[in-house]
């Protein structure tokens, strides 16, 4: 890993250990006071999947799941992001603060539609306690 992403993402994890903790189910925002919420909260960016050759000859589909930015009163907890084979399997992965979640899946097939969606939750400073808010990202496909 990049000194820098080493740099930031110990920075972030020090930042969540600091922060109260709190026993929350995660929000997903909508109406009122989750409205806001959610304009408090992390933006998350999510690459389209690609096609992508391997060392030694092998092809998956990758895609990332990024923390983008995050107000002053947020910080990102975790993304996960999931990629759908037309083989019908799911390949998931799951990253926590800023590092990226970034998935590789393989299939039997690569004639087909490869969805990826992923979800992206930030801990937002409320008062003196946190809240969990998670936005789930529009799926992005590939055909191939």
């Given at each position: ?11 972030g994890a020090a930042a969540l250990a600091a922060a109260p903790a709190v026993h929350a189910e995660p929000v997903s925002p909508s109406g009122g006071d989750s409205a806001e919420l959610a304009a408090s909260a992390c933006e998350f960016k999510l690459t389209p999947p690609t ?94």
């Open positions: 890993m990049a000194p820098m992403k080493v740099l930031i993402a110990a920075v096609l992508t050759e391997l060392p030694g000859g092998g092809r998956a589909v990758t895609a990332q799941l990024t923390p983008s930015s995050c107000t002053p009163k947020s910080l990102p907890f975790n993304s996960t992001i999931c990629i759908a084979s037309p083989d019908g399997s799911n390949t998931c992965d799951t990253a926590n603060a800023w590092l990226v979640a970034e998935v590789f899946a393989t299939s039997a097939q690569f004639e087909g539609k490869f969805t990826a969606n992923g979800n992206g939750c930030s801990r937002v400073f409320v008062g003196n306690s946190t809240q969990l808010v998670c936005v789930p990202l529009s799926p992005v496909e590939l055909v191939l």
